[in-house]
């Protein structure tokens, strides 16, 4: 059975810092582009950042380009994204998604709340 | 980058009626656009792709037209499981944008 689970949301101050894990199991890590997404309360969806298969290439959304960085262990089969200079609009459940053969997102975990308050 | 519109934003239906959902893009997709339902406190699940086709194991009441511009989602018979925030998606152009929800209710 496919899974993808979050870790490390969490209570950080504006400026912090904070980093996501994404464990996957069930598949084939290193075959496949996993993204993240994030879903502000009450708000839709919101592409926020996605690497290639092997870890060479790697996408950002512009609202965090330069604050967040995102990387994955294939040995590991983990995901993360490292998130810094946070603010409250960055403040949303995330969520890993992976990216299946139809090119859209077929398996999501059920995400980690991200919660940016003093 | 491409904004895609949702309507209606909230659609208030009984089950067994239809409910027909649209989302129109601020460009074209070509056929480059999928369909999500979300139920609270829930991830998103993979409906629809391609514009108009079922992923696996989506009961075949669900289904999905369009290309271009315009996109349309159609549930035949609502269930009560059907209830929920429904979001289109394009992977046409990058970023990769969201439409904003419409959320089918039980009226």
Redesign the interface.
Known sequence: EVQLVESGGGLVQPGGSLRLSCAASGFTFSNYNIYWVRQAPGK????VSSISSNGAST?Y??SVKGRFTISRDNSKNTLYLQMGSLTAEDMAVY?C?RQ?S?????Y????TLVTVSS | EIVLTQSPATLSLSPGERATLSCRASQSVNNNLAWYQQKPGQAPRLLIYDASNRATGIPARFSGSGSGTDFTLTISSLEPEDFAVYYCQQRSNWPWTFGQGTKVEIK
């Open positions: 839709g969806l919101e592409y996408y959304a512009n969520y998604a299946g139809s090119g859209f997102f077929d999501w975990g059920p995400g």
